[in-house]
């Protein structure tokens, strides 16, 4: 009897202290997103006339993430999500699908729709303690704090170091986005045919902050594409009342051979680069800055570096995204901020009035695919802890040179010179966070 209560009683001390190492933090929401196109002129090719794409979306998402035994950690979750206005049938080029790739096959076929995306499903192990954090975290997670990217990867993840130095190395198998503006299934970023395999990345880089400066050297390596060795740099003022950031940003891009002596930018040189420097200030409520980017050569080529992510506070996927009939002209909603040769400035300024916040934003950009000038207002409320309204009004007028439309097999002229097209439009979002 003595031993019963002895393994009952040690028993219940394992069972408490598992129930003890393991937590959980259960969280989502849901959401509805809409673009309004201002342009709704009929479409004509012979002229190059073409509307503002216009659709809205709803999305749910759940997630839960925490940890168990002692340092081991999990997560899971993902997001629903469809169209439910479309009247241009654009909303492909933003969500639910057509991602190629994403079953995993060589083939260059399009999966068509997909409306859930399994976003959030990983093991990781961290130690954090006297100074030292070290972790790994494997399968599926987001990578917001990624350099260059945004949404999520499917990979392996590792960081050494303490608050003041890290290093941290990535291997990303396949990209994925699960948000309410972008939403599409995991697929190999780069895959062309049954002859060449998944172009995978590796990143590696050292983040070294002391006191306001930061340092960040680091390179990455997309198979058979390129390597992109560059440099962060910052130094970060904090004051009582003002506060300043200063950023550069850089990336030289060394595309591999496609073929003979063109690169897999598209053009007869290995090098590009892009260089991003940008200043972020705020006084009391104020804030306001500016910032620069410029690229030299053509560094988003077909590897899209310039796709995955953005450094800088511009938002570089406010383009048109095209129809079914003319998706080679606007695609992919980029902007050509990423474009060869491109050159863009910005000026911002906008004020905090407790839970509601407005900014004016204004954009100019000159590239040899385009021209574009944008003026955005962005307004923005915090109704409760849960429930978050916002709204960008945007005008821009992007003009497409000759260059850009080059080889478009479905371009009826081909001889029309630059072309304007109004893509003014207006974001609405709504969200219910929980």
Known sequence: MKNK????????????????????????????????G??????????????????????????VKGSFVEGFTYGLGGMLSAPVWDPYQASYAYINGNARNSLGNNSNEEIGYRYYVLSTVYLGYQYKNNGVDFGIKAGRYDDHGLDWFSGSSEGVHIWIGSDNVKFQANFVNRRGLAANQWFNDFYSVGKKDKNDYNRYFAIASLDMRFGGFGLKPQVWYHRNDYIAPGIDLFYDYKGDSFSAKTSIYSLFVLSHLKEGNIYRNGTDNKLSTILIAQ?????????????????????????????????????????????????????????????????????????????????????VTTSKSSDEQSLALNLGYQVTEQINLGLKLEYFNDISKPYERAGLADWANQNLGNISNDRSHAFLIAEYRF
């Open 5 to 36: 209560v002895i393994i009952s009683v040690f028993g219940a001390m394992i069972i408490n202290s598992g129930l003890n190492a393991f937590d959980y933090d259960f969280y989502g929401g849901a959401y509805t997103f809409s673009k309004v």
């Open 38 to 63: 201002f342009n709704n002129v009929k479409e004509n090719k012979e002229t190059g006339k073409y509307p503002t794409d216009s659709w809205a979306s709803i999305a749910l998402e759940a997630n």
């Open 279 to 363: 200043e972020d200030m705020s006084y009391d409520a104020w804030n306001f800055g500016a910032g620069i980017w410029k690229n030299w050569g053509n560094p988003d080529g077909n590897s899209g570096i310039g796709r995955h992510g953005n450094k800088a506070k511009i938002d570089a996927w406010t383009a048109s995204a095209g129809t079914s009939t003319f998706m080679g002209y606007d695609a992919w909603a980029l902007a050509d901020v990423n474009s060869k040769n491109a050159f863009t400035g910005w000026l911002y300024f906008g004020q905090g009035l407790g839970d509601f916040k407005w900014e004016l934003l204004g954009r």
